[in-house]
């Protein structure tokens, strides 16, 4: 059965995404103590520091939240440029099918599935029909046996390749955090298979106006799982940090503008709380 496509949507530089993954079955945990949640956050930051703007995140102990804003497509080439180096063979041999079959990619069009997706690693190449652009504007690169390296490839692509090639970066860059953290709890813990589920789960978000809603979302979700009363005494999330004056990684200013300032925040987040919302300049 293809997966629904909220599932595989395009990481696509400068969109707003819910990104959000589980226990790979009912019941495993991601979380065993305290020492696990201090080090999921320590991962994210070192791996998707460069890829994403986080606005909001909430860690509980068998699944988690993101609230997310992917970077401008030159900051994440940059970054897969150094972190990445090589495109993943399964991503190179999507890329060459792809072309040789006559699809074509586009910065906007439905995004859809096709066969030779990558499904199990979760790592997912966009593909984009009735689109305008090539990948590359040579296509003698494709006769090379071996995956390139970026920035052999990066010449051949036209603007919407580069964004193709983005989308694909930032998924594998966060498939590969998923997997470094999952192999330490692994570890840790003495368990042997997957930790979380594949893929990723991820969704756009078009408005400012539903990302507030998602950011209340997240911080709320203990309170809606029982684990907590109140948003305030959760803490592995990041409504403290916002209503903290502690320093964070955090989007916070651009968010707190969203919803109208601290107060509006908070009584947004109470229950039946209102919010002002303000589109950014």
């Keep these: 059965m293809p997966l629904r496509p909220y599932i595989t949507d395009p990481l696509l530089p400068g969109q707003m995404f819910h990104i959000y993954n589980r226990g790979n079955e009912q019941g495993t945990l991601i979380c065993y103590e305290q020492a696990n949640y201090e080090y999921f956050l320590r991962k994210l930051q070192q791996y998707m520091s460069d890829y994403l703007n986080l606005y909001a995140y909430c860690i509980l102990p068998d699944h988690y939240h993101l609230a997310v804003k992917v970077r401008p497509i030159d900051e994440v080439l940059e970054a897969a440029t150094r972190d990445l180096k090589k495109i993943r063979k ?90 470094a953290y999952s192999k330490a709890v692994n570890k840790q813990q003495g368990r042997r298979g997957s930790l979380m589920q594949k893929p990723f789960r991820r969704k756009r978000f078009d408005t400012i106006e539903d990302m507030c809603r998602l950011i209340r979302y997240i911080h709320r979700n203990p309170v809606h799982h029982g684990y907590v009363n109140t948003v305030e005494e959760y803490p592995w999330s990041s409504y403290g940090a916002y209503v903290k004056s502690a320093k964070t990684k955090l989007k916070k200013e651009e968010a707190m503008g969203w919803f109208g300032g601290k107060e509006h925040f908070v009584a947004y987040h109470s229950q039946g709380g209102g919010a002002k919302f303000h589109e950014p300049d």
């Design 90 to 179: 399964d991503a190179w041999e999507r890329v060459k099918r792809m072309v040789e079959a006559g699809d074509k990619v586009f910065q906007e069009g439905e995004a859809v599935l096709t066969e030779g997706t990558d499904s199990e690693s979760g790592s997912y190449l966009p593909v984009f029909r009735n689109a305008e652009l090539p990948v590359f504007q040579k296509l003698a690169i494709l006769s090379q046996p071996h995956p390139p390296y970026i920035t052999d490839i990066l010449p051949q692509l036209t603007e919407a390749g580069k964004l193709y090639l983005a989308a694909w970066a930032v998924s594998e860059r966060m498939r590969r955090f998923n997997l």
